[in-house]
């Protein structure tokens, strides 16, 4: 039997014997199967999860969740996959698919299970959008053939890095360079973290987000905040971190820059990033994959590279109706200056040709 699954796990198809699991919106009763499957899940991810964080995150921050259940031979309900359905402004026109599995089908194919938790997510009736994100591992090429057959294309690749408590030095200083400021993320600074994040971002990425600065200050966690260069006359902004939802999992904070190299990073992004190890759980680190010198300092700041993540949006096109878009008249309006009820027009001179 585990050889067949192992087969059919690579393929987008149900088993001919198996049944469809069952998708349902979380509530009270699926708590305890919440928790027991992430006691148990083959996946180590949960294993520094307080099961007091998971309930709280749902209940505080009123998420939307469905689970994927399945009944196993002694009818007893296990909780195989949950999708968690996020807003990413407030304007809810933009919502994040955060996928976790939790334990594998016995009755079902895997790759079947995640298509049927995305597809009545997209379709739910809270979380009506236009554009959607979601973040899939990028050596996963099951579920990556899946979200594209559905609609999203790669927007940007990340590293997941954690930091490696052992590697942290005892004399770590958290004390900036001089002329360096570390700001909070408020209502202050919530500006030029925006001009920073949408500055990383394509084109694309920025119309499928559609936020404002008010945005970021709703979605702020521990350790978000502005790295500053303070000069006499005017203040430089050299990195950020801003929150990324993450599920039920430990909190992920990503690593922002300008588009020109700073040098000063090299010496004040360190003892910027130190004072995560403060925080309980110290959050993950996203950082952009293609950039190897920030990735380098990550590195010597005591971080592990976990995992590369590509992040893929979905959005559909907006009517146009509604909108006043100048320079466009209605074809009746141009054709009617041509009067085609008037007689004709005499026809032209000849006279040059009868000259010659």
């Not at 192992?6 to 069952?22: E, F, H, K, L, N």
């Not at 148990?40 to 259940?69: C, E, F, T, Y």
């Not at 001009?195 to 990383?200: D, S, Y």
């Not at 950082?287 to 971080?303: E, H, N, P, T, Y």
Request: proline share 5%.
């Amino acid at each position: 039997m585990s050889d067949t699954l192992m087969i059919y796990s690579r393929r987008d198809v149900d088993q001919a014997s198996g049944s469809s699991p069952r998708v349902e919106t979380l509530n009270a009763s699926h708590l305890r199967l919440l928790l027991t499957s992430a006691q148990i899940s083959s996946s180590n991810q949960w294993a520094d999860q307080p099961q007091a964080m998971i309930l709280q995150a749902w209940l505080l921050h009123k998420l939307r969740v469905l689970v994927a259940l399945e009944q196993d031979d002694a009818r007893a309900e296990r909780l195989l996959s949950l999708v968690v359905l996020r807003s990413l402004n407030r304007l809810s026109s933009c919502w994040q698919l955060e996928l976790e599995e939790r334990q594998e089908p016995t009755g079902t194919s895997r790759i079947s299970v995640i298509r049927r938790l995305l597809h009545e997510a997209l379709s739910d009736g809270v979380a009506r959008s236009q554009s959607w994100l979601i973040r899939c591992d990028s050596n996963d090429q099951d579920q990556l053939d899946l979200v594209r057959e559905l609609g999203f294309q790669p927007l940007r690749r990340f590293g997941v890095w954690r930091r490696d408590p052992s590697a942290m030095s005892e004399t770590s200083s958290f004390e900036l360079p001089p002329h360096c400021r570390w700001s909070a993320l408020d209502k202050s600074t919530a500006r030029q973290l925006l001009a920073l994040e949408q500055a990383c971002c394509s084109t694309h990425h920025r119309q499928i987000l559609d936020r404002q600065w008010q945005d970021l200050v709703d979605q702020r966690a521990k350790g978000c905040g502005l790295l500053e260069r303070i000069d006499s006359d005017q203040n430089q902004v050299l990195a950020g971190l801003v929150a990324r939802p993450s599920g039920f999992a430990r909190p992920r904070l990503e690593l922002l820059r300008g588009l020109a190299w700073d040098d000063r990073l090299k010496d004040a992004l360190p003892p910027a990033l130190a004072r995560l190890s403060r925080l309980q759980p110290t959050p993950e680190l996203l950082v952009d994959d293609d950039d190897a010198r920030l990735q380098s300092i990550v590195q010597r700041c005591g971080f592990q590279s976990q995992q590369t993540q590509l992040v893929l949006g979905r959005s559909l096109w907006r009517k146009l109706g509604s909108r006043e878009l100048s320079g466009i008249r209605p074809l009746e309006s141009m054709l009617g200056r041509l009067q085609p009820q008037q007689p004709p027009l005499p026809t032209p001179s000849l006279g040059r040709e009868r000259s010659s």
